[in-house]
């Protein structure tokens, strides 16, 4: 993350064509052999900034109470870490801004943004299935008394026996893709503005918005 910080401190402060691998190696103490160890590119090195942000959100969607509805667990997830002083500080969000802008001007920093968004929809897909599949005393009784009475075979490795996740229903990934747009298009509209990142024109605002605009939704529907 030092490495991210450096990179993403540089090219605020200098622009992104004028900043070289070697210049964000230095900055962050290391040998430009290292940092090529880590990433490809010097806009690859600003993917875990990107990366922690994404993390931050569906973190808080998976850790939203359980008794509220997907829609709830979203906009709370919102408030938790879209919010300034919540979840990333008003200068931190500036940061964004920037970042932002320059993705916007490099395609290959545009690239890195972009494979962040759609690594983050996956793991959201991944957590709506959680939040939407019964409570797990529910599948046990579910599975019926005959079993019980099955003796495990001994001729059956442990590891045989674990079975494999259960692959994520289309409606669900597209749910996540839909829920995943509405906070990355608020972010961007954001950037693309000179409003602070707090007030009725900030990042959470504004996905709140787009979040309400989705009434009716079937988030854990099929169909």
């Known amino acids: 993350m030092e490495i991210a910080r450096a990179a993403a401190a540089l090219f605020v402060r200098q622009g992104l064509r004028a900043t070289r691998a070697e210049d964000i190696a230095q900055a962050a103490g290391i040998a430009p052999r290292t940092f090529y160890r880590y990433f490809a590119t010097k806009e690859e090195a600003v993917a875990p900034l990107y990366a922690a942000g994404a993390q931050r959100w569906t973190q808080a969607v998976r850790e939203a109470p359980p008794a509220l509805t997907v829609p709830e667990a979203l906009s709370h997830a919102v408030r938790d870490t ?94 996540a893709a839909v829920a995943g747009a509405a906070i990355r298009v608020a972010v961007e509209s954001w950037a693309a503005t000179t409003s602070p990142p707090t007030g009725p024109d900030g990042p959470a605002a504004l996905a709140l918005r787009n979040l309400e605009a989705l009434e009716g939704f079937g988030w854990g529907e099929e169909g």
Do not use: M, Y
């Not at 409570?135 to 003796?151: F, L, V, Y």
């Open 82 to 175: 879209l919010t300034p002083g919540a979840g990333v500080s008003a200068s931190s969000w500036e940061w964004v801004r920037t970042l932002i802008h320059l993705a916007d001007a490099s395609p290959a920093l545009r690239k890195v943004w972009a494979e962040v968004c759609q690594a983050s929809e996956g793991v959201l897909a991944e957590i709506l299935a959680e939040r939407l599949s019964p409570p797990a005393e529910e599948t046990a009784a579910g599975s019926g008394a005959a079993g019980d009475d099955i003796a495990p075979r001994d001729d059956v490795a442990p590891q045989d026996n674990v079975a494999e996740p259960a692959p994520i229903p289309p409606h669900l990934r597209f749910a």
